[in-house]
């Protein structure tokens, strides 16, 4: 299936498989989503991921993380901020804090994907690609 907006596609898969407790879910692999994967894995929303296939057919498996007996998602939602038909840009000091800071949004920059902390800290801004609680 081809999608035009990856990212949204990346999020829409991972929320499905978290409401239906999956352990993993495959997500077709662009250099974007991988990037969104690390920094996921790196805040500890998700386990682990890994490329699987070869050409056409490269796709991410991503395991998800899940608390306590009955399961309940680490992930509790995520929201696609900037779209491709309304780019959301912010510079270095309106970077947003999401849910006072619980939550991250993740930022596309000049000097790679990161997280709204480290581009704070990084002194740089860019495009409010998501955010995740």
């Excluded at 991410?60 to 509790?76: A, Q």
């Excluded at 849910?99 to 704070?120: F, K, P």
């Amino acid at each position: 299936m081809a999608a035009n907006d990856t990212i949204a596609d990346m999020l829409t898969r991972i929320r499905n498989a978290n409401m239906a407790r999956h352990q993993t879910t495959e997500i077709p692999s662009t250099k974007m989503t991988r990037n969104i994967a690390k920094v996921l894995k790196d805040e500890g929303f998700i386990a682990d991921y890994e490329d699987a296939g070869e050409g056409v057919d490269r796709r991410l498996v991503v395991s998800l993380k899940y608390k306590g007996k009955n399961r309940r998602p680490i992930i509790t939602a995520l929201k696609r901020v900037s779209k491709p038909g309304l780019r959301v840009y912010s510079n270095r000091k309106e970077l947003p804090r999401v849910l006072g800071g619980i939550g991250i949004a993740i930022v596309s920059t000049s000097h790679g994907i990161m997280t709204d902390r480290e581009a704070r800290r990084q002194g740089v801004g860019g495009e409010v690609l998501c955010y995740i609680w």
